[in-house]
Structure formats: structure tokens, C-alpha cells
């Protein structure tokens, strides 16, 4: 059974640093492309990462590119996301997802990661 | 930048209605994929490059499409059904979704 399991949310103050996780199993992680995908409260879903199945290729919006970096670490079956520079408006439930194919759609979701930032 | 416009943004069905959910992109994709998300819930797959059902979706559910219009229907309306769709592309950078339809039981 494919399941992500994100952690390292909280409240954070605005100009601050989070670093998130997700833990992957029940699948060969290094075999996909993963992604970080965002929803504010009440509001919709707004894609942030996703990363190569090597890591060298890393593609981002441009409301987090400079910001924000994904990472992953295949010996440990996780990905990363970095977020510096924290904005009122990066406050959010991350989730992490995986695509199923190459710059596609996200055939599994975890549960996600609440991150507040304010003072 | 494609974005995507879902109509309607509200609305409510009865059981054994026929709904049809649309999704318009600003430019031509290639392919259009929608997902069900529930109230305190993760989004799920729902439907993959237009018109093919997830694993476990029931076959009232059927996506349709191609250029900029896209639609996503149900033959008939259950209550399990009440959630709120969004569609998404990445035929183009950056990967978008739509901004999502939220469908109710009467």
C-alpha cells in the first residue's frame, strides 16, 4: 500500500525557515517524480514542487521559486521541502503527492502538513 | 501561464440527477485531469488524461474533452458524490489547477 506521510508543519513568524518531510513507502520512491502541492484555508489547491526521480531537476511556480526547495533523499524513501523566506501567505496544508508518470498528474496524496506563519 | 475555469463553482444535485462539471483552459492542453477532494480530506485521482476512472471509481463517473474545453459527468447523482472537483493541467508550465467546483446532494 502506496503511503506519504508528511511532518515538520507548525507556526512559524513571517521572514522565518521550515523545513517539511515525507516519508514514502509501499512503492520504489526513486522510481517517481514527486511533488509538494499547497491549500490555504478554504481556498483551492496550488501546485508548489516537484522534483526528477534523481533529484537533478526541480521545476517550481514562480510564487515560491527562490523561496522554496525541494529535495529528496531515495537511500530514505523521502522528499523535502525548504521554505524560506516565510509569507502570511504561504500559510497552508501541504501536502505531498506523487506524479505518475513524467510532468503529469498525482496519482497518491498524503494527509498534510499544516504550516502557519504569523507573528 | 494556462488557467483553468471551472463552472459552476456551487451546486446542488439530486440523487439520480445527471451532472456535468466543466473545466475551460486559457490555452489548448494536451489533457486535463480531475480530483475529488472531501471536506478534511486529501484530494484523490479521480480522473486521468481526460477520460480515464482512477482505480475505484465508479463507472457513472466519465471525463471528456479536448483543446480548451473539458468536462467531467456523472450519469447519476449519489450522495457519496458530494465533494468539490478540481481539474488540472501541466501540459504547459506552470502545472495548474482549477479553482474548483463544489457539488452538493439536494
Known amino acids: 500500500e502506496v503511503q506519504l506521510v508528511e511532518s515538520g508543519g507548525g507556526l512559524v513568524q513571517p521572514g522565518r525557515s521550515l523545513k517539511l518531510s515525507c516519508a514514502a513507502s509501499g512503492f520504489t520512491f526513486s522510481n517517481y517524480y514527486m511533488a509538494w502541492v499547497r491549500q490555504a484555508p478554504k481556498k483551492g489547491l496550488e501546485w508548489v514542487a516537484t522534483i526528477s526521480t534523481s533529484g537533478s531537476r526541480t521545476y517550481y511556480p514562480d510564487s515560491v521559486k527562490g523561496r522554496f526547495t525541494i529535495s529528496r533523499d531515495n537511500a530514505k524513501s523521502s522528499l523535502y521541502l525548504q521554505m524560506n523566506s516565510l509569507k502570511s501567505e504561504d500559510t497552508a496544508t501541504y501536502y505531498c503527492?506523487?506524479?505518475?508518470?513524467?510532468?503529469?498528474?498525482?496519482?497518491?496524496w498524503g494527509q498534510g502538513v499544516m504550516v502557519t506563519v504569523s507573528s | 501561464e494556462i488557467v483553468l475555469t471551472q463552472s459552476p463553482t456551487t451546486m446542488a444535485a439530486s440523487p439520480g440527477e445527471k451532472v456535468t462539471l466543466t473545466c475551460r483552459a486559457s490555452?489548448?492542453?494536451?489533457?486535463m485531469h480531475w480530483y475529488q477532494q472531501k471536506s478534511g480530506a486529501s484530494p484523490k485521482l479521480w480522473i486521468y488524461d481526460t477520460s480515464n476512472r482512477a482505480s475505484g471509481v465508479p463507472n457513472r463517473f466519465s471525463g471528456s474533452g479536448s483543446g480548451t474545453s473539458y468536462s467531467l459527468t456523472i450519469s447519476s447523482m449519489e450522495t457519496e458524490d458530494a465533494a468539490t472537483y478540481y481539474c488540472?493541467?501541466?501540459?504547459?508550465?506552470?502545472?495548474?489547477f482549477g479553482s474548483g467546483t463544489k457539488l452538493e446532494i439536494k
Open positions: 503527492a506523487r506524479h505518475k508518470l513524467k510532468n503529469t498528474y498525482f496519482d497518491y
Open positions: 490555452s489548448s492542453v494536451s489533457y
Open positions: 488540472q493541467q501541466w501540459s504547459s508550465n506552470p502545472l495548474t
